[in-house]
Every structure is written in C-alpha cells, then in structure tokens.
C-alpha cells in the first residue's frame, strides 16, 4: 500500500507526500481497530488500506483541525461502517445458538460461515512509550472480547471502541459518525448491555509470560507431543469450551474435550504432534504440527487458550485451507524443525 501511494504521490504537492511519513506510525493501532471492528485480520488489512487511501487523497483539506491519529480514526470507522453494510457478523461455532455437540459424533464443516479469525499480537506492540498501546493492547483484541462485538451491531461496535477503547468524548463520536451525542450515548448504553449479557472475562486471563501459565503450558505441550491426551483432564476445567472452525460443532467439559481430541485426532502416538508457541489476540497459542505420510511435520491447526487460575477454560482451535499461511502471519515455520 505503501508503494501504492508513493506511486501516486509523484505528482502531489510537498503536504500529501509529507502525509505518508507523518501517518504511517499509525498503521498498527488503525489495523487493531479494523480488526475489533470487522473480526479479520483479511478484511482489517484491506480496511486500512483504504483509510490510507482516503485520508492520503484528503491530506491538503486536512487542515489540522484534530490530531493526525484522531482524523486518521474517524477515516477508518467510517470506511468500516461501510463495508460492513449489509454484512452478516463473524461468530465463533459457540455463537451460532446451537447447544455443545457429541464428541463422537462426526465433525460437520460450514465453510461458508465467515469465521471470526486469530490477530497475530506480533501486529501490535507491548512498548508503553508507544502510542499504538493504549489503542492497540493485549485486553482490547482478546478473542473473547472480539467474539462478543460480534453481537453488536456495527454502529454500536463503533461507538464502543471509540469511547471505551479509543476514550473519545461522546460529543468527538457523534461528530466522527455524523450523529448526536444523545444517540451515541443511547448506542453506548445498548452495547455496554449486551456485552454484559455476553460475560466477557478478559480481565481474568493469564498472561503467556507469567510463570504459573508457562509451567500450564509446558505441560499442555507434553500432553499433545507425547500423546498423554488423558492427562489434558488435569489441565482443564470442568465447564472448559473447545471449538475449532470451519467445525460448526462446540464442545463442553473436559472429558468431552479429551474425549473429540481422542475420535478425530489423526496422531496415533507420541511424536505425531509438535507445538510451536506464539501469541494471538495477546493469549497464549500454539502452532500445532500433525506427522504425515511423508514422515515430516505439516501446519494442522491454531490454538488460541484462554487461562484463568491456572486452568485452560477455552480452546479455540482454527483450522483454515491454508494452514501454512496462517502460521506465517504469526511467526510460525512451515516445518517446525528449522525454528
């Protein structure tokens, strides 16, 4: 995109030019933002670069009147209204209504369900000088929270993130969504409503690098790569979700999660399987790698754990048609044996 824009630029005047440097250090909390909004790192990366697009063309009638990042923000929120017009919402196989499936039943898949997808953390960063933080941090990507978005509606989703995440005043929102402030305090009180009623924790979660959730996660590997499946019991809690589009099945409870993991599981022994850490949606995940016929280790899925008190309580695990890809977005190899 950049390119894109220096290609175009060669006929711009000095401001527009000047524009591209003075923006671009905005790029990753403009992402994180798409990202809240539309639940896709996809559609999140095409989002802002259309922001850029637009504010780039409307650069000379900038004129100052907020913050660079402020007017870069009302761009990209109102590029994301528009596009998600008349779009259906991105859930996880728990928000389609339907109740937990039977572990031994067989796994039925809905590929044309527009999943909710990971968000590799590496987008973003930890450094607290970094004004991408405030905007772009570990809490307000979480999956859970991303998830319960899903439920609100798109103008609702703006109005949050803008006040809450973002801490703009309700009068800034309602002249960035061309309302009043009366109904942006409406929406806000709607959206705060239901995202109640959606029970989000994330407050609760373990970080990855805390040492409780490394020894957890330590033996979370060990359960997989030497094929200790029973041993996962342990490790989860009585009531713990596992879910894994394009699979529209969910499943509750830790013997049913022990339970799928032994019926549909490919690896026969230890060795089959090998984990590869990082992080997505600032929680702990993995890479997890299945033995082929051809004796090598091939990407197979990504899991996403949400840990609370020293136990797994979710496990979303993503399986996608190009697996080898996502695990290059989020720093994976694709053979683990040259990491």
């Keep these: 995109m950049t390119e894109q824009l220096l290609e175009e630029s060669a006929g711009s005047t000095p401001a527009s030019t000047d524009f591209m440097e003075l923006a671009e250090p905005f790029r990753r909390e403009l992402l994180a933002h798409c990202y809240r909004m539309s639940g896709s790192i996809h559609d999140a990366e095409d989002l802002v670069q259309e922001t850029y697009l637009r504010a780039w063309r409307g650069y000379d009638n900038f004129g100052g009147r907020s913050s660079l990042r402020t007017w870069l923000h009302r761009i990209a929120t109102n590029v994301c209204l528009t596009a998600l017009e008349g779009r259906g919402r991105r859930p996880m196989p728990t928000g389609l209504g339907a109740p ?63 006040r809450e995440v973002l801490q703009w005043r309700a009068t800034e929102v309602a002249a960035a969504l061309d309302t009043s402030t009366a109904a942006v305090n409406s929406l806000l009180q709607r959206a705060r409503a239901q995202l109640k009623d959606a029970r989000v924790r994330d407050d609760e979660l373990s970080e990855p690098d805390d040492a409780d959730t490394k020894a957890l996660l330590q033996r979370w590997v060990d359960g997989f790569e030497k094929y200790d499946i029973d041993s996962l019991v342990q490790l989860l809690t009585e009531d713990a979700v596992w879910e894994m589009p394009p699979f529209e099945g969910w499943y509750q409870g830790a013997d049913a999660i022990v339970t799928l993991i032994k019926t549909n599981c490919p690896a026969e022994g230890p060795g089959d399987q090998v984990l590869l850490p990082t992080v997505a949606n600032g929680q702990p995940a993995f890479g997890l790698y299945m033995r082929g ?43 683990p044996a040259t990491r």
């Design 100 to 162: 937990s499936s039977d572990p031994t039943d067989d796994l039925v898949t809905r590929s044309e369900i527009p999943w909710l997808e990971p968000f590799p953390t590496g987008y973003v960063t930890d450094d607290p000088s970094d004004p991408a933080t405030i905007a772009a941090s570990r809490d307000s990507v979480r999956l859970a929270f991303v998830a319960a978005l899903q439920h609100l509606s798109a103008r609702q989703r703006a109005v949050l993130l803008l």
């Design 293 to 335: 016929e051809d004796g090598r280790h091939h990407p197979f899925q990504l899991q996403v754990l949400d840990i609370v008190a020293g136990r797994v309580t979710h496990a979303r695990v993503f399986f996608t048609d190009d697996t080898a890809a996502l695990f290059a977005s989020f720093g994976l190899p694709e053979d």
